[in-house]
């Protein structure tokens, strides 16, 4: 089952983050809670962690991309745990 990972509110003003970094490849085992990734908005640079274990399956938001609050930012495959 894909879980996706989603970009999460941040603040009643911030609509949208900058990817800047991913800390898993597509294809790499994942664990529920770890840093999956880091964005960064005017007021903060934060990770956001995996929703579940498993094993990113896509990477929908690539590094220097903005997302929107909502967006998905990649899927786990909760099957490949």
């Known amino acids: 089952m894909d879980i996706p990972v989603v970009m999460p509110q ?3 003003e911030i609509e949208e983050a900058l990817i800047q970094q991913w800390h898993k ?5 994942v664990a529920a809670g770890e840093a999956l990734l880091t964005i960064e908005t005017p007021k903060v640079t934060i990770d956001i962690e995996a929703p579940a274990a498993g094993v990113l399956k896509e990477i929908t938001v690539p590094i220097d991309e903005l997302a ?4 998905t930012l990649g899927l786990i495959d909760g099957d490949g745990a």
């Not at 490849?25 to 085992?29: I, K, P, Q």
């Not at 929107?68 to 967006?71: H, L, P, Q, R």
């Open 25 to 29: 490849a597509v294809g790499e085992t």
């Open 10 to 12: 941040l603040g009643n």
């Open 68 to 71: 929107g609050v909502g967006a």
